[in-house]
């Protein structure tokens, strides 16, 4: 049986444990050819994560899985330059930080935005994705959001189903090809 935890209530010892980090990092593949594989998006964001942006799944002291939202244009990553640099050099660097701000920014008009859903592929299947996805919603709802948002990849059909499975529905198609994603939306109690 899995709980479900804000990233920011975990005792301070137990929100630094780096498998958490790691966790997190394992998300955002889609933004792969700018940040990098999930070590080197460990590298650039794995400082400066908003914890209180995260809900995590345990199963016993194991964390399974996460939901990351953002609101308040504030999502579950920093926005840090150095670490861009020191990994890809100044001007690549730059480049990748930039268009890693732009792809924030373009998410800021949003309300209320599930950023990132995750569950270790040994968990899945067995109703954790779905407990993320619930807990993101409850969570929203209780910080007063009349509905809460999400976009998934046009090559995801299983998250997809999954979001139809837990009362999201689908927006219309976009006109803008890039990026390739569908609008999802779900009205809050
Ligand atoms: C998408 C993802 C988060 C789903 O996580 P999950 O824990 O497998 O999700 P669930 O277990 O709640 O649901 C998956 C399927 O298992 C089924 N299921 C749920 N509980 C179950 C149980 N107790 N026993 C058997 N099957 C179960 C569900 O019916 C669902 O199938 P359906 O979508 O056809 O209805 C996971 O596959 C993942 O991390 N993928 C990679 C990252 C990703 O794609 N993220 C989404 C980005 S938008």
Do not use: T
């Not at 975990?10 to 630094?16: D, H, I, Q």
């Not at 890809?88 to 480049?95: D, E």
């Amino acid at each position: 049986m899995v709980h479900i935890v804000l990233g920011s209530d975990l005792a301070p010892e137990r929100a630094a444990d780096p498998a958490l980090a790691h966790l997190l990092s394992q998300g955002r593949g889609s933004l792969a050819f700018l940040l990098g594989n999930a070590a080197c998006r460990l590298r650039l964001l794995g400082g400066g994560i908003h914890w209180d942006r995260v809900l995590l799944a345990f199963d016993g002291e194991q964390a399974v899985g996460f939901a990351a939202f953002k609101h308040g244009r504030r999502g579950p990553f920093g926005l840090h330059w150095r670490p861009f640099l020191r990994e890809f050099g100044v001007l690549s660097g730059a480049v990748r930080f930039v268009g890693f701000c732009l792809s924030e920014l373009r998410e800021w008009r949003y309300p209320f935005l599930l950023y990132g859903l995750r569950v270790d592929k040994a968990a899945r299947n067995h109703g954790v994705g779905s407990a993320l996805v619930q807990a993101c919603c409850a969570h929203a709802a209780s910080l007063g959001f009349a509905h809460i948002e999400l976009e998934v990849p046009l090559d995801n059909p299983r998250a997809r189903r999954l979001y139809l499975h837990n009362g999201f529905a689908l927006r219309r198609k976009r006109w803008v090809p890039f990026p390739p994603v569908r609008g999802m939306w779900r009205v809050l109690p």
